[in-house]
């Protein structure tokens, strides 16, 4: 695997969108995500487009 183009440095902040595929026609409650042991982030179906 090559090296990361990019050095995270403590304070950067970057903003990223994340897509989810779901089948049509899906009625979210909530939507949960994270990595591993990491911080998660929840979603409350209402905010979902």
């Known amino acids: 695997m090559p090296p990361p183009e990019k050095d995270f440095r403590k304070g950067d902040e ?25 911080r998660r982030w929840a979603i409350e179906g209402a905010e979902l487009k």
């Open 14 to 38: 970057y903003v990223y969108r994340v897509f989810f595929i779901v089948p049509k026609g899906t009625k979210f409650k909530k939507l949960v995500f994270g990595g591993n042991n990491a």
